[in-house]
């Protein structure tokens, strides 16, 4: 269980957190973005996907404390 002093992140942190994020996913050729939202009323960073994740292969729930969601987008294209 996270404590109160961990549960509120902020905005430095989570942007602290999508740039290893963007370090540690920019080799999975399936990531189409990597951004800040909020979850839960709290800041978290959230990693798209053009597909999902190869079987076997799995996110971790945060990075340094921010949680980390991950949604599958589909395939970005400009119009």
């Given at each position: 269980?996270?404590?109160?002093?961990?549960?509120?992140?902020?905005?430095?942190?989570?942007?602290?957190?999508?740039?290893?994020?963007?370090?540690r996913?920019?080799?999975?050729?399936?990531?189409?973005?990597?951004?800040?939202?909020?979850?839960?009323?709290?800041?978290?960073?959230?990693?798209?996907?053009?597909?999902?994740?190869?079987p076997?292969?799995?996110m971790?729930?945060?990075i340094?404390?921010?949680?980390?969601?991950?949604?599958?987008?589909?395939?970005?294209?400009a119009?």
């Amino acid at each position: 269980m996270m404590s109160e002093a961990m549960s509120e992140i902020s905005l430095e942190q989570a942007q602290a957190a999508k740039k290893t994020a963007l370090r540690r996913f920019k080799k999975l050729g399936s990531v189409t973005g990597v951004g800040i939202t909020r979850l839960r009323g709290k800041y978290a960073v959230k990693v798209n996907l053009s597909e999902p994740m190869e079987p076997g292969v799995t996110m971790p729930t945060d990075i340094g404390g921010v949680p980390l969601c991950v949604e599958v987008t589909g395939s970005i294209k400009a119009r």
